[in-house]
């Protein structure tokens, strides 16, 4: 028998996939590829800073004329924030969701089971709490410049040995890019088995290649910090 809404209508297809936690849980893996995407594309991106501000000022640059003259100028960019946006919003509403629901579902008799057997839930749990609030302090930093001691729009450059310049600005990316290393880890293998790409012959590849995710973009990420403090780059 199907349950009619309030109005009498019948809820649509997708309404009933996001209520159900095969859904949400769908919902969490595609979100979840998508900023992995997004993560490997802006490590790379970072990289340029190595060969000097000409190219990752120009790189910069150039990802506000992507589109054009179709698009408008920065529009590109403007459109990838926005569903950056809507998959970072989907990810952490399914997550709290499920949890909830993990939590409603199982007897407190067995907490102390659960806490226990629950490592990689709390990291994950943690993790996107971390990289929530750095999210915040990354676009005030390098996108707004509101934080950043020595702004110059339209210098990336500058502005990365700028903010890399200052201790705290480094241990809160250094910590936020130990975060996403765990989250990668864990959420890679997460959305896998979701999306229905495990079998016990594939197990030992998907781990290896979340393992490798993980490392890449974390040594990728902290390599521009630390070339800032040691100098290389300046």
């Known amino acids: 028998m199907t349950t009619a809404t309030r109005t009498g209508r019948h809820p649509s297809t997708l309404a009933t996939l996001w209520r159900s936690t095969i859904g949400k849980k769908a919902v969490m893996a595609v979100t979840g590829l998508v900023m992995l995407l997004y993560l490997v594309a802006h490590m790379l991106g970072n990289l340029k800073v190595f060969f000097g501000?000409?190219?990752?000022?120009?790189?910069?640059?150039?990802?506000?004329?992507?589109?054009q003259p179709f698009l408008g100028h920065a529009w590109f960019l403007w459109i990838a924030r926005l569903a950056l946006l809507a998959s970072v919003v989907l990810h952490g509403v399914s997550a709290y969701q499920l949890s909830r629901r993990d939590l409603a579902a199982r007897p407190s008799t067995y907490a102390h089971k659960r806490r226990r057997a629950s490592y990689a839930t709390r990291t994950m749990r943690w993790g996107g709490v971390i990289l929530a609030l750095f999210i915040v302090w990354h676009i005030l930093d390098l996108t707004t410049l509101t934080v950043n001691p020595a702004a110059e729009e339209g210098h990336p450059y500058q502005n990365i040995v700028a903010s890399f310049g200052n201790w705290y600005s480094c241990l809160v990316y250094v910590v936020a890019m130990l975060a996403v290393g765990l989250h990668v880890r864990h959420g890679f293998w997460s959305a896998a088995q979701t999306l229905g790409a495990n079998n016990a012959r594939r197990d030992r590849a998907l781990k290896l290649t979340a393992d490798g995710?993980?490392?890449?973009?974390?040594?990728?990420?902290?390599?521009?910090?630390?070339?800032?403090?040691?100098?290389?780059?300046k």
């Open 53 to 67: 501000p000409e190219d990752i000022n120009g790189y910069a640059a150039w990802l506000r004329t992507i589109g």
């Open 213 to 233: 995710l993980a490392l890449v973009l974390t040594a990728g990420f902290l390599s521009v910090p630390v070339a800032v403090m040691t100098g290389v780059v």
